[in-house]
């Protein structure tokens, strides 16, 4: 064991350049929840939109809904499941991190305080790059871009990755693409993301990457248990405050297209209501763009 007094590396935020194309795309009928041949309700829940407003005290944190049948108006969207979950989580996290940090401790031992700021730190990290994954994910499922496209992705790759299609083209140099930015240019969004949202991405995607994941790791920097302490409280406000810039602009995201989805969805059960037959039913959703049904 060693006994560094070094101060903690911090990764800045820094203004990259994105280069990622955005590509057009629609609704699809898993973005909704369905009962019988009518919409019951969006296949969707306002992760980042109830994570933000916990953090700053202004709401609470949803567990999923009673589980239900798909033809019953069950949710089918994993990545809301997965999303609830770890927004709990980070909950967990989140006071665990402030109890530690602001609770004194006397006769404290300085290396198991390391250790557990250490760990905490650590979930904190992990959790937020995380709870951003799902929250992109979660919309990407609501859309007609293959699953198989993203599902893989860590939040690096959905804010910008080669194009799948040229790398399989021999002798080609694939150009980039951003899935982000796909899903934010609809709802005129794609430069509040690029010239800022992306940016707290990327760094809480490097942070992850370089001091809580694959094999990085803080060094145990042995020292009071105050100072441990006051350590994480520092860098846990950081983080707090990245995590809630950041998840404003997934908000923003996400009203967004939760209410577009809900007006096509009431447009549709109208129609539906009507008489209209499930054969002429084959809507191009575009998002942003209201729903005009008309029949050849």
């Known amino acids: 064991m060693t006994d560094q007094h070094e101060p903690t590396k911090t990764v800045q935020l820094g203004k990259r350049e994105w280069h990622g194309t955005h590509h ?11 009962t019988g041949e009518l919409i019951s309700g969006l296949n969707v829940l306002p992760l980042a939109t109830e994570m933000r407003a916990w953090m700053l005290r202004r709401g609470h944190l ?27 989580l980070m909950s967990r996290s989140i006071n665990a991190t402030h109890d530690f940090s602001t609770t004194p401790t006397e006769n404290g031992d300085e290396v198991s305080a390391e250790i557990e700021r250490i760990g905490l730190y650590n979930d ?24 198989s496209r993203y599902q893989r992705m860590a939040l690096g ?3 910008e990755s080669p194009c799948p299609s040229c790398k399989r083209s021999t002798g080609q140099e694939p150009h980039l693409v951003s899935l982000v930015g796909t899903l934010a240019h609809p709802f005129d ?43 994480l409280f520092h860098d846990s406000q950081e983080v707090f405050n990245n995590l809630v810039h950041m998840l404003s602009h997934l908000e923003d995201l996400e009203q967004r297209l939760l209410v577009d989805l809900a007006e ?16 002429d039913c084959n809507f191009d959703l575009v998002p942003g763009v209201p729903f005009v049904f008309n029949p050849a």
């Open 157 to 159: 790759q959905l804010l």
């Open 124 to 147: 904190l990290l992990i959790y937020s790059a995380r709870l951003c994954e799902v929250a992109i994910k979660q919309l990407l499922y609501c859309t007609q871009i293959p699953v």
């Open 24 to 34: 057009p795309w629609s609704f699809r009928a898993e973005a909704f929840r369905w």
């Open 189 to 231: 969004l794609c430069l509040a993301f690029e010239h800022c949202a992306m940016d707290h991405m990327d760094l809480v995607n490097k942070l992850r990457n370089s001091q809580a994941a694959h094999s990085g790791v803080q060094a145990l920097n042995i020292r009071s248990v105050v100072e441990s302490k006051e350590q």
């Open 62 to 88: 949803s567990l999923m809904p009673p589980p239900s049948a798909p033809t019953n108006g069950g949710f089918t969207n994993p990545y809301t499941t997965s999303g609830i979950t770890l927004a709990l």
């Open 264 to 279: 096509k969805g009431e447009a549709i059960n109208r129609l539906k209501r009507s008489g209209l037959r499930a054969e």
